[in-house]
């Protein structure tokens, strides 16, 4: 068992607070989400066999997600929580711009290596990035626009806007071309060998998901309900009857 005190390499005089970490695949060094304070926000970097401590040296915005790619990228997203964003007010929509700062990291030293602005439209339901290492690509989705980086450099490989708020990605099969499924209940896939930014959409599931899950089929929950609805290919419940 060993203890870290971070509080021993704080930048200013609050005390350090940690928001979030993740541990890299080689199970060596642990990212951190810390804050001190309202408005500074830091990314650090923890080496776990030496007890070393790295912090980045530009503060961040509100941190919403950090990643690691593989041992040697480390990835950061953040926004202004006081920036006015897309809503919903009763039947009403608002629609406003949602951006987000990714910062790309080298994790020895926590130099940045990249970053990127990050815009989409509709509701953020979430800010999340996703890997896709086949393709040396790191993926950012947040309203309705998901967008693929190159991990070396933040070059913008694709763009995929889907006209709806975007609540998972993910790619199971590992081909680099992901399935992303919105809020809308569809199921979107890019077609790289029409451009950049072409997708198709089919309406595969109930509308108004929340969240879901994609793992031998697809787990979905719906906004305010209690249930779970499980999709797939051949998947029938007891009340299921053949017509033809």
């Not at 804050?35 to 970097?45: I, K, T």
């Not at 897309?86 to 030293?109: E, F, G, R």
């Not at 947040?142 to 967008?147: E, H, K, N, P």
Request: charged share 20%; glycine share 6%.
């Amino acid at each position: 068992l060993q203890e870290f005190l971070l509080n021993d390499y704080r930048v200013s005089d609050y005390p350090i607070s940690v928001s979030n970490f993740e541990l890299s695949p080689d199970k060596r060094r642990l990212g951190i989400c810390i804050y001190e304070g309202m408005d500074e926000n830091y990314v650090g970097m923890l080496d776990l066999q030496t007890g070393s401590f790295s912090i980045s040296e530009d503060s961040c915005r509100f941190i919403c997600d950090i990643i690691w790619f593989d041992d040697d990228h480390f990835a950061a997203a953040s926004y202004n929580l006081s920036d006015f964003e897309s809503a919903m007010v009763d039947d009403t929509y608002i629609i406003s711009p949602n951006v987000s700062q990714l910062v790309c990291y080298d994790s020895d030293n926590l130099n940045e290596l990249w970053s990127a602005e990050h815009v989409s439209s509709g509701m953020a339901l979430y800010r999340s990035f996703f890997p896709l290492p086949s393709g040396n690509m790191l993926t950012f989705y947040s309203g309705d626009t998901c967008t693929a980086y190159d991990v070396d450099d933040g070059t913008v490989l694709y763009n995929w806007s889907v006209n709806e708020s975007i609540i998972n990605v993910s790619d199971r099969d590992g081909d680099a071309n992901p399935l992303i499924i919105t809020a809308g209940g569809a199921m979107a896939f890019p077609v790289k060998s029409q451009g950049n930014d072409i997708v198709t959409l089919t309406y595969e599931f109930a509308d108004g998901i929340e969240r879901a899950i994609v793992n031998h089929g697809v787990y979905a929950y719906q906004t305010n309900t209690r249930e779970i609805i499980y999709y797939n290919a051949g998947a029938y419940d007891e009340e299921w009857e053949q017509t033809r």
